[in-house]
């Protein structure tokens, strides 16, 4: 069965300092990876999505970037972090690319940038 | 504007009862409307989804319904348990739209209280 693992769970970090989130999924292959933010009182906004090794794209620009060095490693990094990056960091993956595939999330990562 | 609106924002009921929770959307034309649950502090995970053709769909104590002329869904919980809080969130995916595209609501969230 498929995995989906996420870390850490929680980080806080001082404003300016760098990020790096982890996503790993196990049991699938070439699958289409994804990372969220879920802030207080706001629905998810999605950030990056890979089809692909190498291929991200971007929804919503911003002071983050995402990496996908390995099939089913997908990785989220800041080199400054802002007050406005606190939230909450979801990963998910989908195995095909037609819209009725289901989303699969991890257990996402609590960041406090203080 | 593609836009998923939810309500109530909370609810309260106490544990036994039924429940129904309220999505409307302006997205149009839709592929499929999802509901999921999510636990605090974790990544959503899936309940139902729907294509337009779907008026119904059940998993166990969930069922979603769907009105795709009125562009309304509802999800109603029977024999509410204590295990149910959480925050359900409706999804709507737009026809031919993006990779990631997915439209998200903010969420009710529901307290079952004993």
């Known amino acids: 069965s498929q995995t989906i693992h996420q870390w850490p769970a929680t980080l806080v970090q001082p404003v300016g300092s760098p990020l790096s989130l982890e996503c790993t999924v196990e049991g699938t292959s070439n699958p289409n990876l994804y990372w969220y933010r879920q802030a207080a009182g706001r629905g998810l906004q999605l950030l990056f999505y890979s089809v692909g090794i190498g291929q991200i794209s971007s929804e919503v620009p911003q002071n983050l970037s995402a990496s996908r060095p390995q099939d089913r490693q997908f990785i989220l990094s800041s080199k400054k972090l802002l007050l406005s990056d606190s939230g909450f960091y979801l990963c998910?993956?989908?195995?095909?690319?037609?819209?009725?595939?289901?989303?699969?999330f991890g257990p996402g990562t609590r960041l406090t940038v203080t | 504007k593609n836009q998923v609106e939810q309500s109530p924002q909370s609810l309260i009921i106490l544990e036994g009862k039924n429940c129904t929770l309220q999505c409307n959307y302006t997205v149009s034309p839709f592929s499929n409307l999802r509901w999921y649950k999510q636990d605090t502090g974790r990544g959503p995970v899936s309940l139902t989804i729907m294509t337009f053709s779907e008026n119904t769909k059940s998993n166990g104590r969930y069922t979603a319904t769907l009105d795709a002329d009125t562009k309304q869904s509802s999800l109603h919980i029977t024999a509410s348990q204590l295990s149910d809080s959480a925050s359900y969130i409706c999804?709507?995916?737009?026809?031919?739209?993006?990779?990631?595209?997915?439209?998200f609501g903010k969420g009710t969230k529901l307290s079952v209280k004993p």
């Open positions: 999804v709507v995916t737009p026809y031919g739209g993006s990779q990631g595209n997915l439209i």
């Open positions: 998910a993956w989908k195995s095909g690319i037609s819209a009725i595939y289901e989303q699969y």
